[in-house]
């Protein structure tokens, strides 16, 4: 399995923007569909977007707002969060699995990163 590492957030103003990247490490990273989930206080971790090859996938929520890309070169995935709002205060997650099919459920995830806290302010 591949270790994952998420480095970019930070404390940012509604209608700010930033650039979240997932970092993999151990593991053939161009085999994996790799997503990024958010949890917010006291709530459940819940899917923001995911990346096959090319093709991604969005929440409702953040479509038009974030993208997903990822480099295999590299072995990394980013998350552009653009025109962040408050309710997208909460600690993002990489999570990667083996199949190519895309799912938005956290169970379906083989690993996980250990999160980048992205605080959203009024």
């Known amino acids: 399995q591949v270790q994952l590492v998420e480095s970019g957030g930070g404390l940012v103003q509604a209608g700010g923007s930033l650039r979240l990247t997932c970092a993999a490490s151990g593991g053939t990273f161009s085999r994996y569909f790799l997503g990024w989930f958010r949890q917010a206080p006291g709530k459940e971790r819940e899917f923001v977007a995911s990346?096959?090859?090319?093709?991604?996938y969005f929440a409702d929520s953040v479509k038009g707002r974030f993208t997903i890309s990822r480099d295999n070169a590299k072995n990394t995935v980013d998350l552009q969060v653009n025109s962040l709002k408050p309710e997208g205060t909460g600690v993002y997650y990489c999570?990667?699995?083996?199949?190519?099919?895309?799912?938005?459920?956290?169970?379906?995830?083989?690993?996980w990163g250990r999160g980048t806290q992205v605080t959203v302010s009024s």
């Open positions: 999570a990667g699995k083996l199949e190519l099919e895309p799912t938005t459920e956290v169970k379906d995830y083989d690993c």
């Open positions: 990346i096959a090859w090319t093709s991604t």
